[in-house]
């Protein structure tokens, strides 16, 4: 199966870290994304990592992999009000063309 | 990164008209091109891969015959809703990536369609 599964709500104040956390079914992934979508907008790739690394980092963003738990997690540093935004984690499987498949969204919210 | 552009960024239209959206790669050419539908609250559903000079595949249970698409350039894909109904109304999201970049997908900023 191709399920991609995300918590729906994550609320963080200012300044502090935001983790979001993906789990996915399929052991095939060959690439592993995260996108940010504010409202009303597409989709923008934040960062993408390959499934045999086991993290990559970039700026405030630190991607972890858990390829045995199949488990991705997003940490932004110092999350500001601008983070905002629905983030959703999606994956690229082998064999799979470069089809995505995509899980079901964590909404942010930064208070101040 | 590169630039994904569609048109139009919404539409309104009467329940039995069609409508044609455009995804254009604005700097770069795509051989291919994918086609995604999100309703409120939801995650993407793809609904088919654009593939330029040849047919469009199309993901189980997406009618090929509602939902027309039309890769007639390196750097254009549309998608025309025919006969739309009210459950038709979604945020279609088209996507392509740059040659020799398979990994990574650039997304279009959305078509919102309304139908009444």
């Known amino acids: 199966g191709e399920d991609v599964e995300q918590s729906l709500f994550l609320s963080v104040r200012e300044g502090d870290s935001s983790v979001i956390n993906c789990t996915y079914t399929d052991s095939s992934s060959t690439y592993l994304y995260w996108y940010k979508q504010e409202p009303g907008a597409g989709l923008q790739l934040l960062t993408y990592i390959f499934s045999n690394m086991d993290m990559k980092q970039d700026q405030r963003l630190t991607v972890l992999l858990n390829k045995k738990d199949k488990h991705l997690s997003l940490r932004i540093a110092d999350t500001q009000t601008g983070d905002s935004a629905i983030y959703f984690c999606?994956?690229?499987?082998?064999?799979?063309?470069?089809?995505?498949?995509f899980g079901t969204g964590t909404q942010l919210k930064v208070e101040l | 990164g590169a630039v994904v552009s569609q048109h139009p960024s919404w539409v309104i239209c009467k329940s039995g008209t069609s409508v044609k959206i455009e995804c254009r790669s604005l700097d770069f050419q795509a051989t291919t091109m994918f086609w995604y539908r999100q309703f409120p609250k939801q995650s993407l559903m793809l609904m088919a891969t654009s593939n330029e000079g040849s047919k469009a595949t199309y993901e189980q249970g997406v009618e090929k015959d509602k939902f027309l698409i039309n890769h007639a350039s390196l750097t254009l894909s549309t998608l025309t809703v025919t006969s739309a109904h009210p459950e038709d109304s979604s945020f279609y999201i088209c996507?392509?990536?740059?040659?020799?970049?398979?990994?990574?997908?650039?997304f279009g900023p959305g078509t919102r369609l309304l139908v009444l």
């Open positions: 996507s392509a990536h740059p040659p020799g970049q398979q990994e990574t997908q650039y």
């Open positions: 999606a994956e690229r499987l082998t064999g799979g063309g470069n089809k995505l498949t």
